[in-house]
């Protein structure tokens, strides 16, 4: 989907989800255009879950709307590229807790700097004031949470 005309006939899931999966794009591909370290959607969406915390892995994978066989796929591919390191829990034979390496914060606020300039080109475009709302709207309470 690429042009605004065939925006205007969508619902706001379809309209949510086009603009989603525009802004994902466009932010994998910043992060790719100025690194040769490759890291999917799903892994930064873990490494934020992670900054500048230590969780266990069953915490990540209570609380990351992905499968528990995929958690740990994506933390065995981020640990690596040696982005976070896992560790044993004191106390805890079974558990393990994870967090990211000086490099993986590294990557994470760099990746961070890239989405607030993408941000910064949404507000060029559209006004400070239409993204502040937008913001303001996509955190209110809605009323559908599981």
Known sequence: MNSNSELQNLDLIDLLSERH???RKISENDWNDQS???????????MARVYKKQPTISYVTKNVEISRQ?????????SAKGLV???????NKKEKCIRLTALGEE????NEALKAKLENRIAEK???EQVKNLKSLLK???GIEQ
């Not at 040769?36 to 873990?46: D, R, T």
């Not at 990557?107 to 760099?110: A, F, N, T």
Request: charge should be negative; hydrophobic fraction near 40%; glycine fraction near 2%.
């Open 21 to 23: 999966s525009l802004v």
């Open 70 to 78: 995929a958690i740990h796929k994506f933390i065995k591919n981020l």
């Open 126 to 128: 559209i006004g400070v």
């Open 85 to 91: 390191e896992i560790n044993n829990v004191e106390n």
């Open 36 to 46: 040769n370290i490759y890291i999917s959607n799903s892994e930064w969406y873990i």
């Open 140 to 142: 209110l309470e809605w």
């Open 107 to 110: 990557c994470y606020e760099k």
